[in-house]
T-cell receptor, first 116, second 112 residues
Framework: AQKITQTQPGMFVQEKEAVTLDCTYD???????LFWYKQPSSGEMIFLIY??????QNATEGRYSLNFQKARKSANLVISASQLGDSAMYFC?????????????FGGGTRLMVKP | DVKVTQSSRYLVKRTGEKVFLECVQD?????MFWYRQDPGLGLRLIYF???????EKGDIPEGYSVSREKKERFSLILESASTNQTSMYLC???????????FGPGTRLTVL
């Protein structure tokens, strides 16, 4: 079974509007971490935001927030006030436990396109 | 700022050639990783290293080897490149096992 599922291969959003990118995960670990990365056309993976499984509050970083619903095993990324520069691939990833290597499992990604 | 660099952005090689992909990080990170990225499959871990000369297999190590002789440098080696190794290769590093991974710009490898 897929550990990280991103069900939206592509999405459009109008500039200045908010958008939610979906991510569901599957783990039996109690301790895990969830990450979102942005990959523009240049190819570099840019870290956006992190949520630990024990964090009680949803993580926020500027225009990015993570809607963490532990019981539903979802960790959706919300981008407020979209900008043209937000057009990119977005990947959700999970680190399970604290085993050596900090291995991340990535979802298949969502391509976000911001319309002017 | 964390800086992870990769030796080439684009590389074209022929089937059977030996290929070296180099990755360097300047933040004294313990952990380094090699991933490949293919459309629809996200990123898949090939190998990682948690210390100099230490390495562990990831999810798809077949056809690859790695070398970490110095803390800042992690090399991915394709002993005999094949067309199914055409892909984007991304290197990452992290300070500790629980820290965020920071990525390099990627190397797009084409094997003809």
């Amino acid at each position: 079974a897929q550990k990280i599922t991103q069900t939206q291969p592509g999405m459009f959003v109008q500039e200045k509007e908010a958008v939610t990118l979906d991510c569901t995960y599957d783990t039996s670990d109690q301790s895990y971490g969830l990450f979102w990365y942005k990959q523009p056309s240049s190819g570099e993976m840019i870290f956006l935001i992190y949520q630990g499984s024990y964090d009680e509050q949803n993580a926020t970083e500027g225009r990015y927030s993570l809607n963490f619903q532990k019981a539903r095993k979802s960790a959706n990324l919300v981008i407020s006030a979209s900008q043209l520069g937000d057009s990119a691939m977005y990947f959700c990833a999970m680190r399970e436990g604290y085993n050596a290597g900090n291995m991340l499992t990535f979802g298949g990604g969502t391509r976000l396109m911001v319309k002017p | 700022d964390v800086k992870v660099t990769q030796s080439s952005r684009y590389l074209v090689k022929r089937t059977g050639e030996k290929v070296f992909l180099e990755c360097v990080q300047d933040m004294d990170h313990e952990n380094m990783f090699w991933y490949r990225q293919d459309p629809g499959l996200g990123l898949r871990l090939i190998y990682f290293s948690y210390d100099v000369k230490m390495k562990e297999k990831g999810d798809i190590p077949e056809g690859y080897s790695v070398s970490r002789e110095k803390k800042e440098r992690f090399s991915l080696i394709l002993e005999s490149a094949s067309t199914n190794q055409t892909s984007m290769y991304l290197c990452a590093s992290s300070r500790t096992i629980t820290d965020t991974q920071y990525f390099g710009p990627g190397t797009r490898l084409t094997v003809l």
